[in-house]
């Protein structure tokens, strides 16, 4: 059975730091890119971050470039997000997310087919 489980959310006064994880299982990451979305309420899912296979590309989304870092350890078929510098609005329900096989690059429109079951971060004093 595929699965990727999340770790690490909780709740974070602004500024500060939270480490997720997303481990898999039932497949190796390591041939596929990877990626992590969020999703606040009453918002429509977003996309946070991308790496690809080899953990050489690394992008994200405008409102958490230099806060946010996403990587990877193959040997250990986890990726990570480091967050930093957390605000209020990035509250959200986070999730990992593979695609299908073969998939090695954080390529437009890439359609995600396997996720977790999302992890809550909660930024507030």
């Known amino acids: 059975q595929l699965q990727l489980v999340e770790s690490g959310g909780g709740l974070v006064q602004p500024g500060g730091s939270l480490s997720l994880s997303c481990a898999a299982s039932g497949f190796t990451l390591d041939k596929l890119a990877m990626g992590w979305f969020r999703q606040a309420p009453g918002k429509e899912r977003e996309g946070v971050s991308c790496i690809d296979s080899s953990g050489a590309f690394r992008g994200y989304t405008d409102s958490v470039k230099g806060r946010f870092t996403i990587s990877r350890d193959n040997a250990k078929n986890t990726v990570y997000l480091q967050l930093d510098n957390l605000k209020p609005e990035d509250t959200a329900i986070y999730y990992c997310?593979?695609?299908?096989?073969?998939?090695?690059?954080?390529?437009?429109?890439?359609?995600?087919?396997?996720w977790g079951q999302g992890i809550q971060v909660t930024v507030s004093s």
């Open positions: 997310a593979a695609p299908p096989p073969l998939f090695r690059q954080c390529l437009p429109g890439i359609r995600y087919d396997t």
